[in-house]
């Protein structure tokens, strides 16, 4: 493009839908269709070779999420600006609805059964959550974030929902919407200080929380901490991890050939420790290739974040790609026995629709960031122009 078809654009950041997809962040796609088929490969080696049921189902969503991710990826920022708390307000209803009518799955009720799909709104309140916060955000200026009471309506939009996602119950789901909240609070310009008391004041509350946690989630931290415990039991899934990971060495076993996910001494090996499995059959190249993947995908949010030319977008992306990365360290943490297993999946790679749906999303979001980031929106006034 050259210099005067850019300064055109910057006069006037409404662009045709011909430029929009000139504009289009393709590398990001291209990223995404990678690191999925990856997965596929991997699904298909956890069934033993065949496609059914889980590679071909995820292909599938995968195809769908592209279409989405596009879709979104060209309406303008701005509409997603004046949706945000419409988003989450409806992520946060169909939330409270998994306590009226939610399905129940591995001892807790976090699914809704919508006939096609079963979909974890907790999920979606991730995306929703990083869109009201960023519009919030965007509407205040430096000097009130600084002020406590300004912290007041986003800090109750953080803690609602995760206290319903407690209530299902789901520690880890509940732990990644604080700490994506707390890094756009970080983006957003709150000083450090008043982050230091939250965390001083969450460490003294811990021996009282330990008391309302369920007998599972105490199990999970014990066994974190002494995983050789009980060896058939609550820690079988960490050891078997780990052998696997450990078996695996540089080069790993080859495809369809690791014996831990094959022979299924290795649990969840389609969704959770579906990177232990991809470890032992690729070994330590093959997982350092997938992390340089994610490495790339990262650098392309947070390049398309300081890009923006709006606070919002600005934001948005960089709360999107955070929890993108949260998704990814928690997850290869945990079967790594570095963190307590809490079920976060691993983005694009474990079978799951609801997860997938959330990694399309949040990347349209981004796209929609990166086409739309000349677009001007005023932080203050009683009417913005959008």
Not at 52 to 75: K, T
């Amino acid at each position: 493009m050259s210099a005067l078809d850019d300064m055109t654009l910057r006069r006037n950041p409404t662009l045709s839908f011909g430029q929009k997809l000139w504009h289009l962040n393709w590398g990001l796609v291209v990223l995404a269709a990678m690191i999925t088929g990856v997965g596929i490969a991997m699904l298909y080696s956890a069934a033993n070779g065949a496609f059914a049921p889980w590679a071909s189902r995820q292909a599938l969503r995968f195809s769908a999420g592209l279409v989405l991710m596009l879709g979104i990826a060209l309406i303008d920022v701005r509409y997603w600006f004046r949706a945000a708390y419409l988003a989450y307000a409806v992520a946060f209803l169909m939330l409270a609805g998994v306590e009226v009518m939610g399905t129940i799955g591995m001892g807790a009720r976090r699914w809704v059964d919508l006939g096609v799909l079963q979909l974890q709104p907790s999920e979606l309140m991730k995306i929703a959550l990083v869109l009201a916060l960023a519009r919030y955000f965007h509407t205040v200026s430096l000097e009130d974030v600084r002020r406590p009471f300004y912290l007041l309506p986003p800090l109750a939009l953080v803690l609602a929902p995760a206290g319903l996602v407690l209530r299902q119950p789901d520690l880890g789901t509940a732990m990644m919407l604080v700490m994506v909240g707390g890094i756009v609070f970080f983006m957003a310009g709150v000083r450090l200080w008043k982050f230091a008391v939250v965390i001083l004041a969450t460490g003294g509350a811990v021996p009282i929380a330990w008391n309302f946690l369920h007998d599972y989630q105490k199990n999970r931290i014990l066994t974190f901490l002494n995983p050789e415990n009980d060896p058939l039991g609550a820690g079988y899934h960490i050891l078997q991890s780990k052998i696997a990971l450990g078996s695996g060495g540089l080069f790993g076993k080859g495809f369809l050939q690791g014996t831990q996910s094959h022979l299924n001494f290795l649990p969840e090996k389609q969704t959770d420790f579906i990177f232990t499995m991809l470890a032992e059959e690729f070994g330590m190249a093959g997982g350092l290739l997938l992390l340089g993947l994610y490495l790339l995908l990262f650098v392309y949010g947070y390049a398309i974040a300081f890009r923006s030319r709006n606070h919002f977008g600005r934001l948005l992306a960089l709360g999107l790609t955070a929890n993108l990365f949260l998704y990814v360290f928690i997850n290869i943490a945990m079967v790594m026995g570095l963190v307590p297993v809490v079920g976060v999946p691993l983005p694009l790679i474990s079978y799951g629709g609801s997860v997938m749906m959330t990694a399309m999303v949040s990347l349209g979001l981004m796209s929609s960031v990166s086409i739309h980031r000349d677009v001007r929106m005023p932080r203050r006034g009683p009417r913005e122009d959008l």
